[in-house]
């Protein structure tokens, strides 16, 4: 069972390029999320989805932009990269909405911004 | 909005000796409070979660947690930590499920514990 798939692992991007981090899980969970890990700043939610077709802004989405076109695949993508993007990028799902579960992350996506 | 202040950035012990990890927690409803941990280049897993009922909760790994609505904290405890236990942990809190809408789960700055042989 793979859980929570995030590619790629690591990426080095140009100030301006754009790119997309993907996520893909295989539990059949409705509820996704991304959070970006910084030193000293814990972690902080950028955009979430309580199902396919649906998805909302968390503490920090300025910058990043999202989809849910199926409740397996919840890409974040980079219009513009900032050297401020640079960060630890974690998915993380949850059978449903309810903010009684338990999340399941992924194993993190490092980018640099030069 | 909730905020979750973890006390201590980091927090060296001594193998076998007993660790709290200290959380406080602000919000203006009733929470949900949860304790996660990171290995080091891993993604987090939940250690143990606090929903309703006895304040004392039992997670994995030998660790616990006491909620005090009170003093609105939710400190973390071992009595006995191993080399194993080395890693960084994270408070976090989300809204009571009412309706409203509020599903974001929010972190705390994380307090690393370091196991010392």
């Known amino acids: 069972n793979a859980g929570v798939t995030q590619t790629p692992k690591f990426q080095v991007l140009k100030t301006g390029q754009s790119m997309t981090l993907q996520c893909a899980q295989d539990?059949?969970?409705?509820?996704m999320s991304w959070y970006r890990q910084d030193p000293g700043m814990g972690l902080r939610l950028i955009h979430y989805s309580v199902g396919a077709g649906i998805t909302d802004q968390g503490e920090v989405p300025n910058g990043y932009n999202v989809s849910r076109s199926t409740t397996e695949d919840f890409p974040l993508r980079l219009l513009s990269a900032a050297p401020s993007q640079t960060s630890v990028y974690f998915c993380a799902s949850k059978p449903g909405a309810s903010n009684t579960g338990e999340l399941f992350f992924g194993e993190g996506s490092r980018l640099t911004v030069l | 909005a909730q905020s979750v202040t973890q006390l201590d950035s980091q927090v060296p012990v001594f193998e076998e000796a007993p660790v709290e990890l200290r959380c406080n927690y602000s919000?203006?409803?009733?929470?949900?409070l949860f304790w996660y941990v990171q290995y080091p280049n891993q993604g987090l897993q939940l250690l143990l979660k606090y929903l309703s009922g006895s304040t004392l909760v039992k997670g994995i790994n030998g660790f616990e947690a006491e909620f005090n609505k009170s003093q609105t904290s939710f400190h973390l405890r071992k009595p006995s930590v191993h080399i194993s236990d080395t890693a960084e942990y994270f408070c976090a809190v989300s809204e009571e499920d009412s309706g409203a809408g509020s599903y974001q789960l929010t972190f705390g700055k994380g307090t690393k514990l370091s196991v010392i042989p």
């Open positions: 919000s203006s409803v009733s929470v949900y």
């Open positions: 539990m059949n969970h409705e509820y």
